[in-house]
């Protein structure tokens, strides 16, 4: 009996050591998921010389602390956009725009593909970069193009700078196709009029978009440039619509009575109205930033 009860009570030590090592070696619970953290994207839309609306919006950010980890830009916004991503503060930005000339960016060629060469905002664009490649900008950056023989956006997000942003501003029959790798590239207002999925495949879950695209509407003005600015226009709306869908919040500087070109001896009423228009949807801005915050 005593050796049958000594079994038996061995049994149940046994037994309680077992279930005591298998309790210290159960695994503890994952942590909790970390909330995302808000990657802000800041896509510039074309526009022609209205884009030096670019540069009031960018100094609102600034002055408001809004964060821009990802900057996209079409044609004039790839231009104000690559300068951005260098790390040019909003005030040199601005001081760039002031001393900038037609002469400084226009190299004009007898071609039926285009009479504007684009050699010239090529060079400027990279010497204003310090001849960094795209993958070399202290922001990341993209400058957003149109495929000549099928249509489709690319983003150019490596290599030359000033050869993305050539391809970007290249529109058709003013500027001369730019070719990179072989293939031709043009506007990318065709594409993407302001480039909010560029922004999103680079990582950015808010975008602030700026649209200073016109609509089509009765030509006031019978010139070759309105002509040409209202044929991209109609072209590019569904293009635009589609975009600015996939955006956060979308920002409209009213810059269309400036036109196309005429804008370029109106840079201070540009940027005016760009800082206009960015105080105006600051709420928006922060409301959907605050929306990442309360979750951390």
């Known amino acids: 009996m005593n050796t049958r009860h000594t079994r ?18 159960r695994a503890p619970a994952p942590p909790p998921a970390a909330p995302p953290k808000a990657v802000v994207g800041l896509a510039l839309g074309g526009g022609a010389s209205k884009g030096f609306a670019h540069i ?13 980890d990802i900057v996209t830009g079409t044609s004039a916004g790839a231009v104000v956009g690559s300068l951005y991503a260098s790390g040019m503060s909003p005030d040199r930005l601005e001081l760039e725009a002031e001393i900038l000339e037609k002469a400084d960016v226009v190299d ?47 983003a150019f997000n490596r290599g030359n700078t000033g050869q993305a942003v050539r391809a970007s501003v290249s529109i058709p029959n003013v500027f001369q196709p ?8 043009v506007d990318g207002g065709l594409s993407a009029p302001v480039p909010v999925t ?10 602030i978009a700026v649209d200073i695209s016109a609509r089509p509407a009765k030509l006031s003005d019978a010139g070759f440039f309105s002509y040409l600015d209202q044929s991209l226009n109609i072209m590019s709306v569904s293009a635009l619509n589609q975009e600015l869908s996939k955006a956060t919040v979308v920002i409209k500087p009213k810059v269309q009575q400036l036109g196309a070109v005429g804008g370029f001896d109106q840079k201070q009423q540009a940027i005016k109205l760009g800082e206009q228009a960015a105080r105006e949807a600051l709420p928006q801005i922060k409301a959907a930033l605050a929306r990442y915050r309360l979750q951390q």
């Open 8 to 25: 038996r009570a061995a049994l149940f030590t046994a037994a309680a050591l077992l279930l005591s090592a298998c309790g210290a070696t």
């Open 56 to 68: 009031g919006v960018i100094k609102v950010l600034r002055q408001n602390n809004i964060p821009v």
């Open 108 to 154: 004009l060629t007898l071609s039926t593909t285009g009479f504007i060469k684009g050699q010239k905002l090529q060079d400027y664009i990279n010497r204003k970069v310090g001849n960094r490649p795209i993958q070399s900008l202290p922001k990341k950056f993209a400058a957003v193009a149109t495929d000549f023989a099928n249509g489709r956006m690319v």
């Open 178 to 185: 730019t070719v990179i790798g072989g293939r031709k590239y």
């Open 198 to 207: 560029a922004a999103r495949n680079l990582g950015a879950n808010v975008v």
